[in-house]
């Protein structure tokens, strides 16, 4: 069967630095997609990931692991409008339909 | 600007009327989809459509009807057989399907609430 998991809510501080997992079992996999949605608003792109490894851009970085089926997604030097929901997606090579993870809740603190 | 507008942006509704949600786009992207959102879970396709005049079920079809007569838009109707439609509905598009994995970029959503 298919399956997402994502923590369902964490919190970090200002200026720090978070790392939001998400693990995945999928029937294929022809890439991973992170967004970044702030509350009532449109899920925003942040970063697609095919191949193993670490992407970086800017603040926000994303890694791969097929073997595991496991991605994450780095924030660094966190700010407050970094307060948002952090969306986990999956393709799979059937039909190129996106299966979604539930997301991750950020909450930053001063 | 390019974009994708979805309107309006809160809808109300009485239990047992149909309801049609706008989505357009002026990105020229083949591919719209519509999706809903509710507490705690991932997004849920609806409908996609690929091409004008042609479009597919998702996982959660059931109560809901798409049409595609233009490449920029696609609207929703939520029927009186759905039984649950108090969501969030999120209208997206991409550049194509055909065999590639195309970023989706989505609208601003529209909130509905049965009464």
């Known amino acids: 069967g298919q399956n997402i998991d994502q923590p369902t809510e964490m919190t970090a501080t200002e200026g720090a630095i978070v790392q939001i997992n998400c693990t995945y079992q999928?029937?294929?996999?022809?890439?991973l997609f992170w967004y970044q949605q702030h509350a009532g608003e449109a899920p925003t792109f942040l970063s697609y990931?095919?191949l193993d490894g670490l992407e970086e851009k800017g603040r926000f970085s994303s890694f791969l692991s097929r073997s595991k089926g496991y991605s994450y997604l780095l924030l660094k030097e966190l700010q407050m409008k970094d307060s948002a929901s952090y969306l986990c997606?999956?393709?799979?090579?059937?039909?190129?339909?996106?299966?979604w993870g539930a997301g991750t809740k950020l909450i930053i603190k001063p | 600007d390019g974009g994708i507008t979805q309107s309006p942006k809160y809808l109300f509704r009485k239990e047992g009327q149909n309801v049609t949600l706008s989505c357009e786009q002026n990105?020229?992207?083949?591919?719209m989809y519509w999706y809903r959102q509710d507490p705690g879970q991932g997004l849920r396709l609806i409908y996609y459509?690929?091409?004008?005049?042609?479009?597919q079920k998702g996982d959660i079809a059931e109560g809901y009807s798409v049409s595609r007569e233009k490449k920029e838009s696609f609207p929703l109707t939520v029927t009186s057989a759905q039984k649950n439609p108090t969501a969030f509905y999120l209208c997206?598009?991409?550049?194509?399907?055909?065999?590639?994995?195309?970023?989706?970029?989505f609208g601003p959503g529209t909130r509905l609430t049965v009464l």
């Open positions: 990931n095919v």
């Open positions: 999928t029937s294929g996999f022809n890439g």
């Open positions: 459509s690929q091409i004008v005049n042609d479009f």
């Open positions: 997206a598009s991409s550049i194509s399907t055909g065999g590639l994995t195309d970023t989706q970029y």
């Open positions: 997606a999956v393709v799979e090579n059937s039909n190129y339909q996106l299966i």
């Open positions: 990105l020229n992207h083949d591919a």
